[in-house]
């Protein structure tokens, strides 16, 4: 009799170790940090992802009917610049030169709203993952799964310590961002939802090359004809 019981005990255990090992196979992990671990990984791991102390990526779309570009410029730790290029000419800019937002109206330097830039000046990065792995500056929290294009996604909520919301659905099978939610009113379950597709290298560095946000008439979709890493930008960029 005792020894029936030890076999069944063997069995129980045996049959708890292929389902751990199951589980294991499916890779689905539970722990957001690591999963963002991933993603950073995904995008090329985090130190060549430091040595990237600028980003200047050229957008391609459409506006009213027109081709225009849409041009970034990134420095580390928090510098950006943001440009709408038609016919080779700058028809709006703005940057953010680290402490405070500027843009260009009717021709002269303004010193823009300092809520339009707010979130920058908590951004110790260029890649947004490095900084969601920052516990100082980012909360997350794995709310289960979700298909993003019939693909099976982590949704991750990450909450920046000035209160910004946003949900990540990161693949399981990749690691890549496919959407993102910036939540701009957390009563009323608003937010503002964008895309990412088309990963490619772009050398030691894996990128999406497709980009949209809004929705029905109000669709944008950009798409990247230039990145570079370390070139075409200097501190004048944001002056």
Request: aromatic share 12%; glycine share 6%.
């Amino acid at each position: 009799m005792k020894f029936s019981k030890i076999v069944i005990i063997i069995l129980i255990f045996q049959v708890f170790l292929l389902l751990v090992s199951f589980g294991q196979q499916k890779g689905d992990l539970t722990n957001p940090t690591e999963i963002i671990n991933n993603a950073i990984k995904a995008l090329g791991g985090k130190d060549y992802l430091l040595t990237i102390k600028t980003l200047y990526t050229d957008m391609s779309t459409e506006m009213e009917g027109r081709q225009v570009d849409w041009i970034t410029k990134e420095m580390l730790p928090n510098k950006g610049a943001f440009q709408i290029v038609y016919n080779n000419r700058i028809v709006y800019q703005d940057w953010f030169d680290g402490e405070n937002g500027f843009e260009v109206v009717n021709g002269k330097k303004t010193k823009a709203d300092d809520n339009e830039f707010k979130d920058k000046k908590f951004k110790r990065n260029i890649f947004d993952e490095l900084d969601y792995v920052d516990t100082t500056l980012w909360k997350l929290e794995l709310l289960g799964d979700q298909k993003i294009n019939n693909e099976d996604c982590y949704k991750i909520k990450a909450t920046l310590i000035n209160g910004l919301v946003k949900i990540l659905y990161i693949s399981k099978a990749t690691f890549y961002t496919l959407r993102e939610d910036e939540v701009s009113n957390p009563e009323k379950d608003s937010f503002t939802t964008t895309t990412f597709s088309d990963y490619k290298k772009f050398g030691q560095l894996t990128f999406y090359t497709v980009m949209k946000f809004g929705e029905g008439d109000s669709l944008q979709t950009g798409k990247i004809v230039s990145l570079l890493m370390n070139e075409k930008i200097t501190d004048n960029d944001f002056k």
